[in-house]
């Protein structure tokens, strides 16, 4: 399995567990860079960028590993969606740097970026306003005068900005939709499980109104697996920065398994992270402080 970089500091969470997830995906493959740019059409410098957290990798991409890791696409393609808001959000107000320090620009290969269909773009709009114009009975022999259109050009770029714009946003509609599904699916499945065995449960402190938020950890044993009552996920990729039920329900665990992962908050700190990487030890798995299919594992034993 792979030795893998830390990500950066500034990475936000959602677009880290994004990443993590394609960094499992890819150790889980047995994959080298070269036989993955080989399978996926993406170059080795490509996969460097996005396995680096330094670039987002374009929704192809995200579903040809997911095919190749033998995962889900779908909940790895609702994954990308929330990272790409993300994404987005943390470049809104950045303007683009010039000189030496100016990210690398993608290789020409890739139709995916967002340069080339900028560029392909204006190209096609290009051809069309000069066709328009020798329709219109325009000089063969001169170059055509694109700086002053008419009103029938403007009107047609105008119809054209319109029909992207609806394009946009029926996109935006389509994904809130499928990611929202997701959600209630994943919240339905919790709400529908039945306690078979008997429990032990150990509450943790109730939050205080100023203070962070703190979960209870009703710890069971249903179908010979440990349950916090949290979450029943057996697969979530978890790492440093991340937060949320899954969290308590990996910390909570922790807490069963002897370890101590302090206070059991839903937020992965180095507490939590240490303990992770003693249960890994213990269990034999890779020591590397992220939880994933075989750390729930062993959790849930």
Same mark, same amino acid.
């Given at each position: 399995?792979? *030795? &893998?970089?830390?990500?950066?500091?500034?990475?936000?969470?959602?677009?880290?567990?994004?990443?993590?997830?394609?960094? *499992?995906l890819?150790?889980? /493959?047995?994959?080298?860079?070269r036989?993955?740019?080989a399978?996926?059409? #993406?170059?080795t410098s490509? &996969?460097?960028? #996005?396995?680096?957290?330094?670039?987002l990798?374009?929704? =192809?991409?995200? =579903?040809?590993?997911?095919?190749?890791?033998?995962?889900?696409?779908?909940?790895?393609l609702?994954?990308?969606?929330?990272?790409?808001?993300? &994404?987005?959000?943390?470049?809104a107000g950045?303007?683009?740097p010039?000189?030496?320090?100016?990210?690398?620009?993608? =290789?020409?290969?890739?139709a995916?970026?967002?340069?080339?269909?900028?560029?392909?773009?204006?190209?096609?709009?290009?051809v069309?306003?000069?066709?328009?114009?020798?329709?219109a009975? $325009?000089?063969?022999?001169?170059?055509?005068?694109?700086?002053a259109?008419?009103?029938e050009?403007r009107?047609?770029r %105008?119809?054209?900005?319109?029909?992207?714009?609806?394009?946009?946003?029926?996109?935006?509609?389509?994904?809130?939709?499928?990611?929202?599904?997701?959600?209630? /699916?994943?919240?339905?499945?919790?709400? %529908?499980?039945?306690?078979?065995?008997s429990?032990?449960?150990?509450v943790?402190p /109730?939050? %205080?109104?100023?203070?962070?938020?703190?979960?209870?950890c =009703?710890?069971?044993?249903?179908?010979g *697996?440990?349950? $916090?009552?949290?979450?029943?996920?057996?697969?979530?990729?978890?790492?440093?920065?991340?937060?949320?039920?899954?969290?308590?329900?990996?910390?909570?665990?922790?807490?069963?398994?002897?370890?101590?992962?302090?206070?059991?908050?839903?937020?992965?700190?180095?507490?939590?992270?240490?303990?992770?990487?003693?249960?890994?030890?213990?269990?034999?798995?890779?020591?590397?402080?992220?939880?994933?299919?075989?750390?729930?594992?062993?959790?849930?034993?």
């Amino acid at each position: 399995m792979s *030795r &893998w970089k830390a990500l950066p500091g500034e990475l936000d969470p959602r677009v880290r567990q994004l990443v993590v997830r394609l960094r *499992r995906l890819k150790d889980h /493959s047995g994959l080298s860079l070269r036989q993955l740019a080989a399978k996926t059409g #993406y170059s080795t410098s490509s &996969w460097e960028r #996005y396995l680096g957290g330094r670039s987002l990798p374009p929704r =192809e991409a995200v =579903e040809a590993m997911a095919r190749i890791g033998g995962d889900d696409p779908t909940r790895l393609l609702a994954l990308h969606e929330v990272a790409a808001e993300a &994404w987005g959000e943390g470049r809104a107000g950045t303007s683009t740097p010039d000189g030496p320090n100016a990210p690398e620009v993608p =290789e020409a290969s890739e139709a995916t970026g967002t340069a080339d269909v900028a560029g392909a773009a204006g190209t096609a709009h290009t051809v069309e306003v000069a066709g328009a114009l020798q329709a219109a009975g $325009a000089d063969d022999t001169g170059p055509y005068n694109l700086s002053a259109p008419n009103e029938e050009t403007r009107h047609g770029r %105008s119809l054209r900005v319109a029909l992207v714009a609806g394009s946009v946003a029926l996109v935006l509609a389509v994904s809130s939709a499928v990611l929202l599904a997701v959600r209630l /699916s994943d919240g339905d499945s919790r709400a %529908s499980a039945t306690p078979l065995g008997s429990a032990t449960s150990s509450v943790s402190p /109730s939050p %205080s109104p100023s203070g962070p938020r703190t979960y209870a950890c =009703e710890v069971e044993r249903i179908d010979g *697996r440990w349950y $916090a009552g949290n979450s029943r996920t057996r697969d979530a990729v978890l790492a440093e920065g991340l937060a949320g039920p899954e969290v308590a329900e990996a910390q909570c665990l922790l807490r069963r398994a002897g370890f101590a992962p302090g206070v059991v908050d839903g937020i992965f700190g180095p507490h939590t992270k240490s303990a992770v990487e003693q249960l890994q030890k213990r269990a034999g798995l890779v020591v590397d402080g992220i939880i994933g299919r075989h750390t729930w594992g062993a959790l849930r034993r």
